[in-house]
Every structure is written in C-alpha cells, then in structure tokens.
C-alpha cells in the first residue's frame, strides 16, 4: 500500500512517451497515472484520489479547456500544456477546486519550481509491500 505523496494525472496523447517530467516527478514522491482523453481522465479522477491533474489543451476527443470545466470544483490543481515551438508555457487553470484561468502562465522552468515546491508540502511516499 502507498500513503502519502501527491497523485499526479498527465493528460494526453504523448506524455506517457516522453517520461522526462513524470520521471522527475516521482523522484520529487509524486505518483504518476495517465490518460490519453479527457473521458478517461474523468473517470480515473473519481476512481484515484488525484491531486494535480496536467493537460494537454488539444485531447482526442475534446479540450483541456473542457477538461477543466469536468474538474471545476473536485479538491483537485490543475494547468493545460500550451506548446509553443520548441517549448511549452503551463496555464493554471484550477487551484485547490477554484478555477484560475487569467492567471500568468509559467515557463518550463517557473513551472518545475512549482512542482518542487508543491512537493515539499507533502511527506515522501512509503511502500509497504
């Protein structure tokens, strides 16, 4: 069983190919999950109990703008990957249940300063096997 730790949903084709941040990630104690659309992250986010949700803005079938509007509400954070050529800017878009969409997007790295900070607030994980 694991206890504490933040859960972690990336939403998305192609974040489960590119593992560079969820590597990170759980060096950092959190616990990384994954969906391709925004109707399996729906319903994984009432299955798991997940704290950060991040999304892709374009989904299969759908928006992470949508996604949000799913979310609004759940004890849940939340930004949208916004590509930008080479790079990405993260939107926050849900924090702590409230959305936040207007607030200043973060650069790549503003936004792993983020994740360290917000990994710091929680006791690392323990297995117990």
């Known amino acids: 069983m694991t206890t504490s730790g933040i859960d972690v949903l990336f939403v998305g084709p192609g974040f489960q190919d590119s593992q560079a941040l969820a590597e990170r990630m759980r060096r950092w104690g959190f616990r990384c999950h994954f969906a391709d659309s925004a109707r399996t992250a729906c319903e994984l986010v009432h299955s798991?109990?997940?704290?950060?949700?991040?999304?892709?803005?374009?989904?299969?079938?759908?928006?992470?703008?949508?996604?949000?509007?799913?979310?609004?509400?759940?004890?849940?954070?939340?930004?949208?990957?916004?590509?930008?050529?080479?790079?990405?800017?993260?939107i926050p878009a849900i924090d702590g249940g409230k959305e936040c969409?207007?607030?200043?997007?973060?650069?790549?790295?503003?936004?792993?300063?983020?994740?360290?900070?917000?990994?710091?607030?929680?006791?690392?994980q323990s297995q117990v096997h």
Request: net charge negative; with cysteine; charged share 20%.
């Open 48 to 90: 798991v109990n997940v704290d950060l949700v991040l999304s892709k803005i374009g989904l299969p079938d759908g928006t992470g703008f949508g996604l949000v509007a799913e979310l609004s509400g759940l004890p849940v954070t939340a930004f949208l990957c916004l590509p930008v050529e080479d790079s990405c800017y993260w």
């Open 101 to 124: 969409l207007g607030k200043p997007a973060l650069r790549p790295l503003e936004f792993l300063s983020t994740l360290e900070e917000m990994s710091r607030c929680f006791p690392p």
